[in-house]
């Protein structure tokens, strides 16, 4: 009897607290710190958009730049392995023995203030909006960059541990530019000449200067900088890293910088479909830098034209174009009708990052309902939209791509700069819209190993399990009492 009557209290407990992860995230919807502690634990599958560089936190660069004694400029917080000749530059070591030399010295002398500057400097910590926050983003990168240079393994490293411990267990990330030595001044007459039939968007006639072009690139031994690229580096350090293992997946994504001139980025270009059309690990090509820049507005039609371009000659290669990632007031009102139009309808981009001025585009229901069929997903960077464009909230065009099924991806972009996190990404989304439920989010994490580009189908396949079981884990969670 007895026996019978714990069963039934058991039972009627199971019924009395059970619930579902579902009903779970419903309760705390308003709690961040419930939230954080929910997102934190769910699997969050692949993270789609993410900037390599950007994504490493200042401490591991800092402590670097100090370890390695490197030249520190005092007035814009910018490093340098060797002295560069404008400017006021100090070593590390020079900063450290002077103030144990004179204890005395000014506050604002110290390695310690000089530490505090730099951090605020090569990420958002203490942002006090000093400077415009899209600048204190952009220009970040350059003055860190040197640490970086030479020590992508053990960003990669970090990367992966961080994106282990918060269950992310695929990262697409955006590496680095394929360097090259290529001589093009020859070709240079090709600028105006490409900035000309911008003008007229004439795009048979920009095809046709892209294929001289194209076939010179290839006479100089294109292919070389791609194989030795793939060969000696990525494929290299993927191996000597074990980046692949039961727990996590990374593949990487080329990019060219929007700011260089026609020539020099397409050749940058070329180089890097080449490379991705030859290295299962190079998942596809994309373009970054601030899309707001002189020249990136400038060229941006011509940049979608090399895409389509190199789309012709490498067609199975997969690429992702940063497009719309603007807002009123920071261009004018027309530039805000065309980037994603563009990307989509000339560049014939796979997915879209950011996309922020949707709701501006030209003929946007349209846009939106193409993207749509089309199965074309939108990254989503919350973090990264607020802090760059300051938009957020309904402001954010998240709803509108939502309301009309555009396939969604939820992203970092640069968690380093930005001291974020993907768990921070996911937290923004359930707070924020409330008509998210755990279904629908746990589709955006489905959707960000379906919409990866991952070549090889099993690495696919095996991922989409994984998950699979990672969920019935989590879920169980909810369902114990
Ligand atoms: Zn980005």
């Given at each position: 009897?007895?026996?019978?009557?714990?069963?039934?209290?058991?039972?009627?407990?199971?019924?009395?607290?059970?619930?579902?992860?579902?009903?779970?995230?419903?309760?705390?919807?308003?709690?961040?710190?419930?939230?954080?502690?929910?997102?934190?634990?769910?699997?969050?599958?692949?993270?789609?958009?993410?900037?390599?560089?950007?994504?490493?936190?200042?401490?591991?660069?800092?402590?670097?730049a100090?370890?390695?004694?490197f030249y520190l400029n005092l007035e814009t917080m910018a490093v340098s392995?060797?002295k560069p000749?404008k400017g006021k530059w100090k070593k590390?070591?020079?900063?450290?023995?002077?103030?144990?030399?004179?204890?005395?010295?000014?506050?604002?002398?110290?390695?310690?203030?000089y530490?505090?500057q730099i951090?605020?400097t090569?990420?958002?910590?203490?942002?006090?909006?000093?400077?415009?926050?899209?600048?204190?983003?952009?220009?970040?990168?350059m003055k860190?960059?040197p640490?970086?240079?030479?020590?992508?393994?053990?960003?990669?490293?970090?990367?992966?541990?961080?994106?282990?411990?918060?269950?992310?267990?695929?990262?697409?990330?955006?590496?680095?530019?394929?360097?090259?030595?290529?001589?093009?001044?020859?070709?240079?007459?090709?600028?105006?000449?490409?900035?000309?039939?911008?003008?007229?968007?004439?795009?048979?006639?920009?095809?046709?200067?892209?294929?001289?072009?194209?076939?010179?690139?290839?006479?100089?031994?294109?292919?070389?900088?791609?194989?030795?690229?793939?060969?000696?580096?990525?494929?290299?350090?993927?191996?000597?890293?074990?980046?692949?293992?039961?727990?996590?997946?990374?593949?990487?994504?080329?990019?060219?910088?929007?700011?260089?001139?026609?020539?020099?980025?397409?050749?940058?270009?070329?180089?890097?479909?080449?490379?991705?059309?030859?290295?299962?690990?190079?998942?596809?090509?994309?373009?970054?830098?601030?899309?707001?820049?002189?020249?990136?507005?400038?060229?941006?039609?011509?940049?979608?034209?090399?895409?389509?371009?190199?789309?012709?000659?490498?067609?199975?290669?997969?690429?992702?174009?940063?497009?719309?990632?603007?807002?009123?007031?920071?261009?004018?009102?027309?530039?805000?009708?065309?980037?994603?139009?563009?990307?989509?309808?000339?560049?014939?981009?796979?997915?879209?990052?950011?996309?922020?001025?949707?709701?501006?585009?030209?003929?946007?229901?349209?846009?939106?309902?193409?993207?749509?069929?089309?199965?074309?997903?939108?990254?989503?960077?919350?973090?990264?939209?607020?802090?760059?464009?300051?938009?957020?909230?309904?402001?954010?065009?998240?709803?509108?791509?939502?309301?009309?099924?555009?396939?969604?991806?939820?992203?970092?972009?640069?968690?380093?700069?930005?001291?974020?996190?993907?768990?921070?990404?996911?937290?923004?989304?359930?707070?924020?819209?409330?008509?998210?439920?755990?279904?629908?989010?746990?589709?955006?994490?489905?959707?960000?190993?379906?919409?990866?580009?991952?070549?090889?189908?099993?690495?696919?396949?095996?991922?989409?399990?994984?998950?699979?079981?990672?969920?019935?884990?989590?879920?169980?969670?909810?369902?114990?009492?």
């Amino acid at each position: 009897m007895t026996r019978i009557i714990t069963l039934f209290c058991i039972f009627i407990a199971q019924i009395g607290f059970s619930q579902s992860a579902e009903s779970y995230l419903e309760k705390i919807r308003n709690n961040e710190a419930l939230l954080t502690a929910f997102f934190q634990q769910m699997p969050k599958g692949g993270d789609l958009h993410h900037h390599f560089s950007g994504s490493i936190y200042a401490e591991p660069l800092l402590e670097r730049a100090i370890a390695e004694d490197f030249y520190l400029n005092l007035e814009t917080m910018a490093v340098s392995k060797t002295k560069p000749e404008k400017g006021k530059w100090k070593k590390f070591s020079s900063i450290i023995e002077e103030e144990k030399l004179n204890p005395e010295k000014p506050e604002n002398e110290k390695l310690d203030y000089y530490k505090q500057q730099i951090m605020q400097t090569w990420s958002i910590k203490d942002y006090n909006g000093a400077v415009p926050s899209d600048d204190q983003f952009f220009d970040s990168f350059m003055k860190f960059e040197p640490t970086i240079a030479g020590h992508f393994g053990e960003g990669m490293l970090e990367l992966k541990k961080r994106a282990i411990a918060e269950n992310v267990l695929y990262i697409e990330t955006q590496l680095s530019t394929i360097p090259c030595d290529m001589n093009v001044s020859d070709l240079t007459d090709f600028n105006s000449k490409l900035r000309q039939t911008a003008v007229q968007k004439d795009e048979k006639a920009a095809f046709k200067l892209l294929d001289e072009l194209y076939k010179s690139l290839q006479q100089k031994d294109a292919k070389k900088y791609a194989l030795d690229f793939n060969n000696n580096f990525i494929a290299k350090l993927h191996k000597d890293l074990k980046m692949d293992d039961e727990n996590f997946t990374m593949r990487y994504q080329n990019f060219v910088l929007r700011f260089m001139s026609p020539v020099d980025l397409f050749k940058n270009l070329t180089i890097a479909f080449i490379s991705a059309n030859d290295s299962k690990l190079v998942a596809g090509v994309n373009i970054v830098s601030p899309e707001h820049g002189e020249n990136s507005m400038k060229d941006y039609w011509l940049h979608m034209v090399m895409f389509k371009y190199c789309h012709s000659k490498f067609p199975e290669v997969k690429y992702t174009l940063h497009a719309g990632e603007l807002t009123l007031g920071l261009v004018q009102p027309e530039e805000l009708t065309w980037h994603i139009n563009d990307a989509i309808h000339v560049a014939g981009a796979n997915r879209i990052g950011h996309g922020v001025d949707i709701a501006y585009e030209a003929n946007s229901y349209d846009l939106l309902k193409y993207m749509s069929k089309n199965n074309i997903p939108i990254e989503i960077n919350l973090a990264s939209n607020e802090f760059i464009l300051k938009v957020k909230e309904n402001r954010h065009p998240f709803t509108l791509y939502k309301e009309f099924n555009v396939p969604i991806v939820i992203s970092t972009d640069d968690a380093g700069i930005l001291r974020s996190s993907m768990t921070e990404q996911y937290v923004l989304l359930a707070k924020r819209y409330p008509d998210v439920n755990y279904e629908t989010i746990k589709k955006y994490v489905y959707n960000s190993i379906n919409y990866s580009f991952i070549q090889d189908a099993s690495v696919k396949k095996q991922l989409l399990k994984d998950l699979d079981t990672r969920f019935k884990v989590f879920e169980a969670k909810f369902s114990k009492n």
